[in-house]
Nanobody, 120 residues
Framework: QVQLVESGGGLVQAGGSLRLSCAASGSIFSINNMGWYRQAPGKQRELVATITSGGSTNYADSVKGRFTISRDNAKNTVYLQMNSLKPEDTAVYYC??????????????WGQGTQVTVSS
């Protein structure tokens, strides 16, 4: 089992910045890729950014150049630095980890989510 706890959400004005954190605990040895997803009211959950265990990153086009995902394996934590925030970034942000056991995909784990609200 893996537990993911997000923090760092809040209310910010457009153009501002926030940094989200996601701390993993439990069977962390099984974690491979980690990522951030978001879900706005009335919309489907969408990918924001992902990072592999080796540090390779991938971003949604809507956040490229504004958001940065990073990972501290020593602290079992993944971060999302969000700059130049826009009202359309308003959503609940979720952390996800996928796990492998013996080199075989096992399952995904999700955090409980943290609200990010950007006012215009």
């Amino acid at each position: 089992q893996v537990q993911l706890v997000e923090s760092g959400g809040g209310l910010v004005q457009a153009g501002g910045s926030l940094r989200l954190s996601c701390a993993a605990s439990g069977s962390i040895f099984s974690i491979n890729n980690m990522g951030w997803y978001r879900q706005a009211p009335g919309k489907q959950r969408e990918l924001v950014a992902t990072i592999t265990s080796g540090g390779s990153t991938n971003y949604a086009d809507s956040v490229k150049g504004r958001f940065t995902i990073s990972r501290d394996n020593a602290k079992n934590t993944v971060y999302l630095q969000m700059n130049s925030l826009k009202p359309e970034d308003t959503a609940v942000y979720y952390c996800k980890a996928n796990t492998y056991i013996g080199g075989v995909y096992y399952r995904d784990y999700w955090g409980q989510g943290t609200q990010v609200t950007v006012s215009s």
